[in-house]
């Protein structure tokens, strides 16, 4: 028997960017509906959809107001919300998260990167609502910690700051211990598809990321005309 496809609700007041969004998504096998409103979302049967993808600044009612809506509705309480927007400061990503949101995108943000956030969600759900064990959230190396829920890192008990592209790479090189990677494998993982990089940006983050994680910056290793790795 086939797997019910997930549903999923676009709620955003740009007409052409909803379009878009139901397209790749259902290309990727989702059954989506779209909202141009928050007013509009909220006279749906919200109850029955996997996930919605909100944006924050609309007219009328806000995409923070609507979340605060389902999240005091019990039957729309636990329906996962991942905000969708370009007000990409700490504070209203901290509002938002503080709201029960699941994840939250700032614009502009490639498909890839929405598709893969959604999947991510839907798939943490889904464990919830079956019990399977979710995937570790702390990826580690002795005293190096990268909290992949708060997006934290912290050598030996003190944080690290890191930028978000450090942040993903270290957790690669670590997740991928004893293994060269190419430029090209991280610049794939770490940048959209749709975003020109060049080789020589892994480079420089590689070159600051050695010195913010202190003693563990030796365990990166460069390998000459390969790549790089971590290494116990």
Same mark, same amino acid.
């Given at each position: 028997?086939?797997?019910?496809?997930?549903?999923?609700?676009?709620?955003?007041?740009?007409?052409?960017?909803?379009?878009?969004?139901?397209?790749?998504?259902?290309?990727?096998?989702?059954?989506?509906?779209?909202?141009?409103?928050?007013?509009?979302?909220?006279?749906?049967?919200?109850?029955?959809?996997?996930?919605?993808?909100?944006?924050?600044?609309?007219?009328?009612?806000?995409?923070?107001?609507?979340?605060?809506?389902?999240?005091?509705?019990?039957?729309?309480?636990?329906?996962?919300?991942?905000?969708?927007?370009?007000?990409?400061?700490?504070?209203?990503?901290?509002?938002?998260?503080?709201?029960?949101?699941?994840?939250?995108?700032?614009?502009?943000?490639?498909?890839?990167?929405?598709?893969?956030?959604?999947?991510?969600? %839907?798939?943490?759900?889904?464990?919830?609502?079956? +019990?399977? #064990?979710?995937?570790?959230?702390?990826? &580690? *190396? /002795?005293? !190096?910690?990268?909290? %992949?829920?708060?997006?934290?890192?912290?050598?030996? +008990?003190? #944080?690290?700051?890191?930028?978000?592209? &450090? *942040? /993903?790479? !270290?957790?690669?090189?670590?997740?991928?211990?004893?293994?060269?990677?190419?430029?090209?494998?991280?610049?794939?993982?770490?940048?959209?598809?749709?975003?020109?990089?060049?080789?020589?940006?892994?480079?420089?983050?590689?070159?600051?990321?050695?010195?913010?994680?202190?003693?563990?910056?030796?365990?990166?290793?460069?390998?000459?005309?390969?790549?790089?790795?971590?290494?116990?």
């Amino acid at each position: 028997m086939a797997e019910e496809k997930k549903r999923i609700l676009v709620v955003d007041d740009e007409e052409s960017l909803c379009e878009i969004l139901k397209f790749n998504l259902e290309v990727e096998g989702f059954d989506v509906d779209v909202a141009y409103s928050a007013e509009e979302a909220l006279a749906k049967p919200l109850e029955t959809y996997s996930l919605i993808l909100l944006d924050v600044m609309m007219e009328g009612m806000n995409g923070f107001r609507m979340a605060q809506l389902m999240k005091k509705e019990p039957k729309t309480a636990s329906v996962p919300i991942i905000f969708c927007t370009a007000k990409d400061g700490m504070d209203d990503k901290v509002a938002g998260l503080n709201l029960g949101a699941d994840d939250y995108i700032a614009k502009p943000f490639s498909i890839r990167e929405v598709v893969a956030r959604a999947r991510s969600v %839907l798939r943490r759900t889904s464990q919830h609502a079956t +019990g399977e #064990p979710e995937s570790p959230k702390i990826t &580690e *190396f /002795e005293g !190096l910690k990268l909290d %992949l829920a708060e997006k934290v890192c912290t050598v030996d +008990g003190n #944080p690290a700051d890191l930028t978000k592209k &450090e *942040f /993903e790479i !270290l957790n690669m090189l670590i997740l991928n211990r004893g293994r060269i990677l190419s430029r090209e494998e991280i610049l794939h993982s770490v940048w959209p598809d749709d975003v020109i990089v060049l080789y020589r940006t892994v480079d420089v983050n590689i070159t600051r990321l050695r010195k913010k994680i202190g003693r563990y910056g030796s365990h990166i290793e460069t390998r000459l005309g390969y790549g790089y790795g971590f290494r116990s």
